[in-house]
T-cell receptor
Framework: GAVVSQHPSWVICKSGTSVKIECRSL??????MFWYRQFPKQSLMLMAT?????????EQGVEKDKFLINHASLTLSTLTVTSAHPEDSSFYIC?????????????FGPGTRLTVL | AQSVTQPDIHITVSEGASLELRCNYS??????LFWYVQSPGQGLQLLLK??????LVQGIKGFEAEFKRSQSSFNLRKPSVHWSDAAEYFC????????????FGAGTTVTVRA
């Protein structure tokens, strides 16, 4: 299957700093990328959907200015957590799809563990 | 609003025994249904999906799932588990439209004992 990588796999930062997480599709062109957040023992919550070259679509309740998403190319999307606070600590997962429908399988990255001190 | 319930947080099975993971959904219409597996350090991997047709769906790694409309369920089964099946399993649903947003259950952790 297709491979999606995330970098870094884990990051620890101080409160008030910004953190950038990269999501790359290694062997296919990702028309659409998704960003999820996962709390311990809870389900993945979709944060936003991004299409290459256009603005991301955020889910209700997700702060656009807090979680900046850039899908600059067909193989790279970034999530920047701005002015991070301890409540932003979580497991962030991206997925990528070559298409725009449910028939187009989403391939998931291994996730990034963010800890804000 | 659509929702997915996985009633079992943690299941322990012996190697070679059968496994069944439960998934119930609440949705206005029959959604698309998925099962994913997440192993430590790896991304979620699609095991199988149901869109239409035969309600018994075969997936990878010897897994199968059965869609039961009357029970709003999509339970995952494997006749004989291997130690490598120890992982987190997620059921997910998606709408039958171009709104391709998946809703995930909370997951079931499977432990396999020798």
């Amino acid at each position: 299957g297709a491979v999606v990588s995330q970098h870094p796999s884990w990051v620890i930062c101080k409160s008030g700093t910004s953190v950038k997480i990269e999501c790359r599709s290694l062997d296919f062109q990702a028309t659409t990328m998704f960003w999820y957040r996962q709390f311990p023992k809870q389900s993945l919550m979709l944060m936003a959907t991004s299409n290459e070259g256009s603005k991301a679509t955020y889910e209700q309740g997700v702060e656009k200015d807090k979680f900046l998403i850039n899908h600059a190319s067909l193989t790279l999307s970034t999530l920047t957590v701005t002015s991070a606070h301890p409540e932003d600590s979580s497991f962030y997962i991206c997925s990528a799809s070559a298409g725009q429908g449910l028939y187009d399988e989403q391939f998931f990255g291994p996730g990034t563990r963010l800890t804000v001190l | 609003a659509q929702s997915v319930t996985q009633p079992d947080i943690h299941i322990t099975v012996s190697e070679g025994a059968s496994l069944e993971l439960r998934c119930n959904y609440s949705y206005g219409a029959t959604p698309y249904l998925f099962w994913y597996v997440q192993s430590p350090g790896q991304g979620l991997q699609l095991l199988l999906k149901y869109f239409s047709g035969d309600t018994l769906v075969q997936g990878i790694k010897g897994f199968e799932a059965e869609f039961k409309r009357s029970q709003s369920s999509f339970n995952l089964r494997k006749p004989s588990v291997h130690w490598s099946d120890a992982a987190e399993y997620f059921c997910a649903v998606g709408p039958r439209s171009n709104d391709y947003k998946l809703s995930f259950g909370a997951g079931t952790t499977v432990t396999v004992r020798a």
